[in-house]
C-alpha cells in the first residue's frame, strides 16, 4: 500500500466512522433511475405486465458523479437490470467493480424481475429507499480504495445472495463489508434517531433507532470487535451531524 494511501487508511481507523458518500449524488441517482425505468416500462410493457428478465440491455442507467477516500473524482455508471428471484424483495441482489467498456467504477443493481414496473414507480412505492440504501453501501464500495476481493469458503464474496453455502459470517466481518453496511445502516438510523434520543436519551435511542434497519440481522454474524466498531463509528457520525452533543 502506497505511504499516502497507509495514512488515510490510518484515519479511518482511528476515526471510526463510515466512509464519506455524498448524500446529495445517492438522492440524484434514485431520482434518475426511477424515472428511466418509467420510461423503459411506458416503451416495452404493457401496465401491470412483470418486468421479466431483461438481457439486452440495462432497465436503466445513470452516471454518478463522486469522491473515493483519496480525493479523486470518479465516474460511476450505475444499472438496473432484473433477474429471476425467489426474494420478495424489490432488489434482489447488486454489486460494485468496472465497466469493462469504459473503464468506470460500475455499480450493477438487480431487480426482482416478477414485479410490475409501477410496483417500482408509482408514489408511495418502497422502492426508492430500498434503492437509496442499496447505492449507499455499493457506492461506499466504490469510495474505498482499499477495497480487495476476499475469497470466502465456498467462493466470493460475489456469489448471489441466498446461496446456501455462503459464509454469512465471514461475508459480514470482511473489512470492506463492515465499512459498507456502517455507511448503509448509519443513514437508515439518522433520520429515526433523534425522535428516540428525545424520549430515551441518546444511548437507548440509538439502541431503538437501530431496531428498524439491518441491525439486528448483521449483528448477529459480527465478531464482538467488529460489532463494537460499527456501533462506534455510526455514533461518531451521528456526533459528526450535530444530532448527539
Known sequence: MRPSAQRIAARYREAARPIKVNRGVVQAAVASLTRALEKWGQRNREPFQPIGVETRQPLATHTARMDDVAGRLLEVDIHLLSKKSGNPQYIVGAGAGHNRRTGNPAVIVFLN???KVSAF??????????LQKTLHHELTHVADTFAKEVQYEGGTKKMVEGDPEMDWDAYYNDP????????????QVRGRYSKYAEVFG???????????????EIKKHLTPRNKRLMLKGIFTALQDEGLIP
Open 176 to 187: 470492506q463489508e463492515v465499512r459498507a453496511f456502517m455507511r448503509e445502516i448509519f443513514e
Open 113 to 115: 424481475a416478477k414485479d
Open 121 to 130: 414507480t408509482t408514489r408511495g412505492s418502497a422502492f426508492p429507499d430500498l
Open 202 to 216: 441518546h444511548s437507548k435511542g440509538l439502541d431503538y433507532a437501530l431496531k428498524g434497519t439491518d441491525w439486528p
